[in-house]
């Protein structure tokens, strides 16, 4: 898998994909409150689920896409991950 190289001048780029990283902590907050809703409250849906999930994904994504990957090299690194967690067993 060839690594993307970042510049040592790219400060606005850490900047922007800290705050990503920022945002999926916060979607994953809300993941875990819904997940309590649904198993305690009995309020939630697996659709809200779904889509809080979702937004985990976007996050996730666009951190990637700020850092270089595109569509192409994004794909690239989800079959090599898919790979690597199928060979440990759970995927």
């Known amino acids: ?25 916060e979607e994953l907050r809300e993941c875990r409150l819904v997940w309590r809703e649904m198993c305690y409250l009995h309020r939630e849906t697996k659709d809200r689920m779904a889509e809080e999930l ?3 994904i976007t996050a996730a994504t666009t951190a990637m896409e700020i850092l270089g990957y595109d569509l192409e090299k994004r794909r690239e690194m989800q079959e090599f991950v898919n790979e690597k967690n199928n060979s440990r067993g759970y995927f």
């Open 54 to 56: 979702t937004d985990v």
């Open 1 to 25: 898998m060839k690594q993307v190289e970042l510049e040592n001048g790219d400060k606005e780029l850490f900047y922007q994909v800290f705050y990503q990283l920022v945002r999926v902590e």
